[in-house]
Nanobody, 129 residues
Framework: HVQLVESGGGSVQAGESLKLSCAAS????????MAWFRQVPGKEREGVAR????????FYGASVKGRAIISRNEAKDTVYLNMNKLTPEDTATYFC???????????????????????WGQGTQVTVS
């Protein structure tokens, strides 16, 4: 049973940076797609960044490209999202998601709300003011 637990959210000032963590457990796959999404009430869930484990490929949404870095620590089974130059538009609940059947090509497709991802964390709130 795959479990994802996010942490690191909070309130920050515009221009500051934030690091989110997603601790994963309960899987033994070598190839998987891990992703960060965010959602604001009343709006569609937005893809922020994705990582395909098999090749180490990284993908970013247009709204965060150049300001975000997704990374992983395999020893800790943890995926991180570092974001800098935060603006109020980055305010959202951030979710970690994973799927063991999504290949690299689908993992690279940043569009969509992530409904094809099977495993989700509970979300962590980020507020930028």
């Amino acid at each position: 049973h795959v479990q994802l637990v996010e942490s690191g959210g909070g309130s920050v000032q515009a221009g500051e940076s934030l690091k989110l963590s997603c601790a994963a457990s309960g899987y033994a796959a070598v190839n998987y797609c891990m992703a960060w999404f965010r959602q604001v009430p009343g709006k569609e869930r937005e893809g922020v960044a994705r990582l395909y484990s098999g090749t180490g490929s990284l993908f970013y949404g247009a709204s965060v490209k150049g300001r975000a870095i997704i990374s992983r620590n395999e020893a800790k089974d943890t995926v991180y999202l570092n974001m800098n130059k935060l603006t109020p538009e980055d305010t959202a609940t951030y979710f970690c998601a994973a799927d063991l059947s999504i290949g690299r090509r689908r993992c690279s497709e940043m569009q969509g709300d992530g409904s094809d991802f099977r495993y989700w964390g509970q979300g962590t709130q980020v507020t930028v003011s």
